[in-house]
C-alpha cells in the first residue's frame, strides 16, 4: 500500500475544519479561492497555527498576473513574515518575468525571506513557455516542490507534462499535481505519472446561500466549500 500525501486548498476556517476531519496531511491556507488563491488573513492564519498538520500559507498579494512590483514583493515579505511568527509551516510562492519565464530574483529574495519555512513553487509555472527548463531552474533556486498541472488547464489534461517534469527532477524536489484532481480521475493520472503528492480542494457547491446575499452580490451562485467525506474519498484512493 502507497500512502500518498494529500495537500488540500482551503480559504475559511470551515473549510480548515474539515480538511482536518476528512484525512488531509497538508493545508494551503488562501484567501479567494475562486481567483486561484491570495495571501489568507492574519486572523486565519492564527487559527491555523494549532491544527495537527502542516500548513503551508499562500503568499499572493493580489489578483491577476504575477508580475510584482516592488511594492508587491514589500508586502509579500511581511505576509512571509506573519507566517513564521505565527508559526505556520511553509508558505506557497511564485513569481514572472513579463515573457512567463520564473523570475529568479524576486524569488530568490522571497526564498531567502522564507529561510526556515517549507517552500512550494505555485502555479505561475504553468505559464512558462519551457516547463522542464523551469522545472531546473526551481531546483536551482532550491523549493521544496512545484505545485503544478502540467501546463494545462487541468492536472488530467497535463498528464504527459507532470511525468516529464518529475522525471526531470529526479527526486531532487516533489511535483505535486493540482487543478481539477478528483477521486474520478486520480486513477488516470497515476497511470501516466507516478506522481507522491497531489493537491486538491475537495469542495462541493453551496446550495443553500440566502438569496438577499446573492442579490446584493455579497454571495456566488458559483460558492464552494471544503467537504471532509471529499476529503476522505481521495485520500482513500491514494492509500491504494
Known sequence: MTDRILEVCVDTADGLAAAIAGGADRIELCAALSLGGLTPTTGLMKQAASVPIPVYAMIRPRSGNFVFSEDDVETMRGDIDTAREIGLAGVV?????????????????????????????????????????????????????????????????????????HN?????????????????????????????????????????????AMQFGFASENSKITSSENVAALKKLLRT
Open 93 to 165: 510562492l511564485g513569481a514572472s518575468n513579463a515573457d512567463d519565464t520564473l523570475d529568479a530574483s524576486v524569488l530568490s529574495d522571497l526564498l531567502a525571506r522564507s529561510e526556515g519555512l517549507g517552500t512550494t513553487l505555485h502555479r505561475a509555472i504553468d505559464l512558462t513557455p519551457d516547463m522542464e527548463e523551469a522545472v531546473d531552474r526551481a531546483i536551482a533556486l532550491g523549493f521544496d516542490r512545484i505545485l503544478t498541472s502540467g501546463g494545462a488547464l487541468t492536472a488530467e489534461a497535463g498528464c504527459q507534462m507532470l511525468r516529464k517534469m
Open 168 to 212: 526531470r527532477a529526479a527526486g531532487q524536489l516533489s511535483i505535486m499535481v493540482g487543478s481539477g484532481v478528483t477521486t474520478q480521475n486520480v486513477q488516470t493520472i497515476l497511470e501516466v505519472a507516478p506522481l507522491h503528492e497531489f493537491h486538491a480542494s475537495c469542495s462541493s457547491v453551496v446550495t443553500d446561500l440566502p438569496s438577499k
